[in-house]
DNA sequence: CTGAAAGCGCTTACAG
DNA sequence: CTGAAAGCGCTTACAG
């Protein structure tokens, strides 16, 4: 049996060349690039030995030496400030699938939050020829522009670009203020208070500020006339539940300003011996699968289609690569996503 | 003012090359290369007037052509299976931020448990001539192996090869569980049960073995004489503690098999009217900050130091990429993480 | 239909 | 100390 070696640089073969496939099937490696890319002017005899030859050499070819000719490289750097963030993670996936399926590659780098590390990861990207980059934030709050002596197309995911001469995509927030208060009207909710995030957060106020649109178009208003802001946690979701309760006992239905917040909502208006939805309907905002669907009851909520977000980044980045685009602020549809704790009372 | 015009590809300036550096400076190339490079055989003073020129142009050099002369591109491919999981992100991290802050650049490839597109972006990556791989798995469960004819080295985390000749590096499971269990024991418990996930998950069922192993090194056993496996859910959690009060209503402790699980238990606990950690232990396992630290109480539990497990797989790969490096599993050790759950009653 | 040659941007012996 | 030349692996006009 032989002893298990793992390879070092030395023992490990390189690669086939197109001069290795040129040898074996005897003929000039000219002809061999033209035979394996479907060039024309190759007679097909001729084009099946050289495919045989490549085959049997697991030929496959340098895209390094093929970018330097070509002067693109198929590569893009995905620029992030948080690799930790729940956001962030799916707006990359979505860009990542849109390049991945193609033959494109993404470069990913992780700045950390940190402007040092994210000058020398640009640095490094643009030494390895990217053809674009994507940056994506870790808020939904406007972030500094990269500039505009950047030598590549540049978009502006999740967090949009603060100039609006840059291109950015982010999530509607205004919209999913509108869907989610739209949703409990139908529900035939009319008492409905508004438990906010961070005011510091834009999607926090522009959440707040699409629901009180909807409303107004109901003839509606906000009990107590205005969100009331804290934190993005449970904890201040349960406090303000109790605050609410204490000042406004008939309310019919709380809209959260995420997830987290419902949760704690939730939690403490079972601990009040207040039913949802019978009583009371609660919504968030977000989709977080694993806070939405374990509450009890089952959270109604908006996904914000950071996926596409993603995708739409990468689509625009493509198109810049291939020419000019419209600069601006793209946003992306939110998603109503209805589960039990705003369930119709029939 | 000027009209905001998005770049396209015919207007953008190609970046300056040695060329562009040797004519501007009076000089050849390769001189320009030495001067650069910090190269010997350079005058002081024409070292000088290169590097004026390079920074007069944003001269940067271009990696690629480097890396075809070098036959190492500076590259590693980062091939997970799941962008979307808590585990699998952490660990990348760790990877990322060991690569990123030295010249190696990282691809980011999400094959989504796909073996097909696993193998395209295996492809993808082997024609971008990376140095190496590393393979983020989804579970903790042993996956199948890539293979040895693959012409570069190859380090799997999280989930370990099935084959015993590749490097892996995983989470210490076992010793996390005898962690867990020490530090109940040190907390002056005695009648511990054990709720755990599901047992298809190698991790659920190492956990277990490792607390087990510690109680009979005190001379305990687990109540019930073994663990209550479910599934990795809140509502399992909750579940399992009432069937657990009602078959042993005098435990003091309960170890969980996760945060979520464990998350589940204190819920339920605190609608039984039972008192954490006055009357009852809590603790969870994986440290899911979100979770952990909004329950209430806030939960004791174990940190599975996955970035730890990224980083190391990094300097396995640096090390298999520089020459030979012993094949097996390495594993990394885990940390208690104390929060009011387990807080002594003292 | 096939191949020799030039060139992408760089580095490294080797002459001068 | 400086530069002409060869070469990394490929593609693309251009001769033959």
Request: aromatic share 4%; with cysteine; charged share 25%.
């Amino acid at each position: 049996m032989a002893e298990p070696v793992a390879h070092g640089t030395d023992e490990r073969f390189k690669p086939a060349t197109l001069k290795d496939v040129a040898l074996l099937a005897g003929v000039s490696i000219a002809t061999v690039s033209k035979a394996l890319n479907g060039r024309e002017h190759v007679r097909a005899e001729t084009r099946v030995r050289v495919q045989h030859a490549a085959e049997k050499l697991n030929f496959s070819p340098n895209v390094l030496a093929q970018g330097l000719l070509a002067g693109r490289t198929g590569t893009v750097g995905l620029l992030t400030s948080d690799l930790d963030g729940r956001f962030s993670i799916p707006v990359m996936m979505g860009a990542e699938d849109a390049f991945g399926s193609g033959s494109t590659s993404v470069f990913l780098c992780d700045a950390r939050g940190d402007s040092i590390r994210e000058q020398h990861h640009l640095r490094a990207l643009l030494s390895r020829r990217v053809d674009g980059l994507i940056i994506v934030g870790d808020t939904t709050n406007p972030r500094e522009t990269l500039g505009h002596d950047i030598p590549v197309p540049v978009v502006y995911a999740y967090a949009p670009s603060i100039d609006p001469r840059d291109v950015s995509v982010v999530s509607d927030n205004v919209g999913a203020g509108q869907i989610a208060a739209d949703h409990l009207v139908e529900c035939g909710r009319r008492r409905i208070a508004y438990i906010s995030g961070d005011v510091n957060y834009r999607a926090a106020v522009e959440r707040v500020e699409g629901a009180s649109r909807a409303l107004s178009a109901h003839g509606l208003e906000l009990v107590g006339g205005e969100a009331l802001y804290g934190a993005w946690s449970e904890g201040w979701g349960r406090g303000a539940v109790r605050t609410l309760l204490a000042r406004h006992p008939d309310i019919d239905a709380i809209l959260c300003g995420s997830d987290q917040i419902a949760r704690g909502a939730l939690d403490a208006l079972r601990e009040a011996g207040r039913d949802v939805p019978g009583d009371i309907a609660v919504m968030g905002h977000d989709n977080w699968e694993q806070i939405a669907a374990q509450s009890r009851p089952p959270l109604s909520t908006i996904d914000m289609n950071l996926e596409q977000v993603g995708r739409k980044a990468a689509h625009l980045l493509f198109a810049a690569i291939d020419g000019a685009v419209k600069p601006g602020v793209h946003s992306i549809a939110t998603r109503l996503v209805t589960r039990g704790s705003t369930a119709l009372a029939d």
